[in-house]
């Protein structure tokens, strides 16, 4: 990839990649490592013909994430890390019934596994298709759809009780 079309490809999806990326990792600073790791691999020439532009970028993210999650599972600090960076968002500090939403929203994310965490991730903030789902996860569609689907029916049996006290 020469240098414009990389700066073309970092304009269009940089944002979205840093949020995907921020899911993983709950740690702006790593996010933005993972990133920077994802352009100089792009910079490198990884190229899959198979896949179109926003599909390809998306792979190379989760897979840099994963490999990321296993790293920080080997050293044991993965919950510490999540419960300390939850702990210290400075965005939930305004409202009392955004913090409980906020907190709600963000307890139930993690228990779904991560296949279900990263298609669910991948479709609400980044407006991937299942299919470029699919072929970020490198899974059949149907198995992307269906992880939507559980993810969806989980969270909503999470939620429901809170759902049900606002309205």
Not at 124 to 147: C, H, K, M, Y
Request: net charge negative; hydrophobic share 45%; glycine share 4%.
């Amino acid at each position: 990839m020469d240098d414009a079309e990389l700066e073309k490809a970092y304009d269009a999806h940089a944002p979205g990649l840093f949020r995907y990326l921020l899911g993983f990792t709950k740690c702006e600073a790593d996010a933005r490592d993972l990133l920077q790791d994802l352009f100089i691999k792009l910079a490198r020439g990884v190229k899959d013909p198979a896949l179109n532009q926003k599909a390809l970028v998306y792979r190379i993210a989760h897979n840099l994430a994963i490999d990321w999650l296993r790293r920080q599972a080997a050293r044991g600090d993965v919950k510490q890390r999540l419960l300390g960076e939850l702990d210290s968002n400075p965005q939930c500090s305004h409202n009392p019934d955004s913090d409980l939403l906020a907190t709600s929203f963000t307890s139930a994310m993690q228990t779904l596994p991560e296949e279900q965490l990263a298609v669910v991730q991948l479709r609400l903030f980044d407006g991937l298709t299942f299919e470029e789902i699919a072929a970020v996860q490198d899974v059949p569609l149907n198995t992307a759809a269906s992880r939507w689907h559980y993810a969806i029916e989980k969270l909503r049996f999470i939620l429901r009780p809170l759902y049900e006290e606002i309205i």
